[in-house]
């Protein structure tokens, strides 16, 4: 089955400590990854995707096939990077995308 | 540059009545556009693939026809819910293909009564 799971609802950080968000994946097949970002009252944008291996606003993700894992990180934490973070893969002709249920994270002053 | 847009952004209608959800792309066209619902603290949920010209794909467990989506062109795509109960109030969001992305919609919340 394809599901897309980040385990953690919330986390919660203070400013300047290092941030991973976790995010594993079932698929069968070679899905593409993505990495999207909901500030507050804001609509849905794409962080990041894995096949572009760039660096988005500090943040990256490496995305490891053999434990099915795509983890968010940044080395310091903003203030301003307080949001939901939904993890999502997409795979085959559709380009449905497929969502996890998403991590709030918080960053403490 | 991909804005996409919903209206309305909000809506009130009492039970048994339907309402039209419309989902634009403003400066970019879209052969596909995606449907998705949203329930409070809950992740997004894939309803229906919308492509230009043809049927509505749905998800297992949608009702099309409770659900009726038309993507009359390449830049509008619009979601009706017939008879609306308060089980459908929920938040709604759209999102159209370009590009190899998906671009989003604000999002509509519709509120039965």
């Known amino acids: 089955a394809q599901r897309v799971t980040q385990p953690e609802k919330l986390l919660s950080v203070f400013k300047g400590a290092p941030v991973e968000l976790k995010c594993n994946y079932s698929?069968?097949?070679?899905?593409?990854l993505f990495w999207y970002v909901q500030y507050s009252r804001q609509r849905l944008q794409l962080l990041l995707r894995?096949?572009s291996r760039e660096s988005i606003k500090g943040f990256t993700a490496d995305l490891n096939k053999g434990e099915t894992s795509f983890h968010l990180k940044k080395p310091f934490a903003q203030e301003e990077d307080s949001a939901m973070y939904y993890c999502?893969?997409?795979?085959?002709?559709?380009?449905?995308?497929?969502f996890g249920t998403g991590t709030l994270l918080a960053v403490q002053p | 540059g991909a804005v996409v847009s919903q209206h309305p952004s909000w809506v009130i209608c009492k039970s048994g009545t339907s309402v039209k959800i419309e989902c634009r792309s403003l400066?970019?066209?879209?052969?596909?556009m995606f449907w998705y619902r949203q329930f409070p603290k809950q992740s997004l949920m894939l309803m229906a693939t919308?492509?230009?010209?043809?049927?509505?794909?749905?998800e297992q467990g949608v009702e099309k026809d409770k659900f009726l989506i038309n993507h009359a062109s390449l830049t509008l795509s619009t979601l009706t819910v017939t008879s609306a109960h308060p089980e459908d109030s929920s938040f709604y969001i759209c999102?159209?293909?370009?590009?190899?992305?998906?671009?989003f919609g604000p999002g509509t919340r519709l509120t039965v009564t």
């Open positions: 999102s159209a293909y370009k590009w190899g992305e998906q671009y």
């Open positions: 698929y069968s097949g070679s899905p593409e």
């Open positions: 894995h096949i």
């Open positions: 999502a893969l997409t795979g085959g002709a559709t380009n449905k995308l497929i």
């Open positions: 400066d970019f066209q879209a052969t596909t």
């Open positions: 919308s492509n230009e010209g043809s049927k509505a794909t749905y």
